[in-house]
């Protein structure tokens, strides 16, 4: 399923017609991690076959990746959550990191992502002893972006993701990308960062793209905004 997982995101980052991808679980849990049952044959395998990995290709991909928490994230499956850019989840969802627990090594970034996002502090309790986190715990740490009720999840996912379909696309892309790049970076550096692909953005327009941008602030200016 790990290998499928990573060739659908291949597939679907290269998709024209997708603008949003949305992630969810089917059942009772989000992703309830690896079967441990065939650990060595994935905890062995080549970790730098990009291809067949689920977590770098949700990196890789351009195109906007919304997490649908509808029951447990735990372990692998809450690195993939952390793959993702904006998670909406259930009243009832928990993330976990049991990998402590078990005696295995995070190998899908969440021994660096987790403590970027809620804190060193936090992460450090939240893996060290394998406690789960709610859904409410989560939102005010910043881990998630909303929590609904059961049963809305998707709804609401879909409802982030026509709020991104609206959008400029090109922009869309090309602001994500600075985004994640920019995590990576010290704040000097990413805002040089910021600087170089500004420039180089509106360096390539040409004078009717630059007269269509201001038709369209125009237009929409007139027009009240929509809310989330």
């Known amino acids: 399923m790990m290998v499928r997982l990573a060739h659908q995101i291949n597939a679907l980052g290269k998709d024209e017609s997708v603008r949003v991808i949305i992630l969810t679980g089917s059942g009772r849990a989000f992703c309830s991690g690896v079967d441990l049952t065939a650990a060595e044959e994935v905890f062995k395998g080549d970790v730098k076959d990009v291809e067949t990995n689920t977590v770098a290709q949700m990196e890789l991909c351009k ?93 609401k996912a879909q409802e982030v993701a026509e709020a991104i379909v609206k959008n400029n696309q090109d922009l869309v892309l090309r602001y994500k990308a600075v985004i994640n790049d920019g995590l990576k970076l010290d704040l000097g550096h990413a805002l040089s960062l910021e600087k170089e692909r500004a420039h180089a953005y509106y360096s390539g327009m040409s004078k009717d793209q630059f007269q269509k941008m201001q038709e369209f602030i125009a237009g929409r200016s007139s027009k009240k905004p929509s809310k989330l």
Do not use: Y
């Open 63 to 155: 195109k906007p990746i919304i997490g649908a928490i509808n029951g447990f994230a735990v372990t692998a499956g809450f690195e993939i959550a952390l793959a993702c850019d904006i998670l909406i989840a259930a009243k009832g969802a928990k993330f976990m990191d049991t990998h402590s627990r078990f005696g295995i090594f995070p190998s899908w970034g969440l021994s660096q992502k987790l403590s970027r996002i809620i804190g060193a502090n936090r992460a450090r309790e939240a893996s060290l002893t394998a406690m789960p986190i709610s859904a409410e715990q989560a939102e005010r740490w910043g881990l998630v972006n909303h929590v609904v009720e059961e049963g809305e999840v998707l709804r």
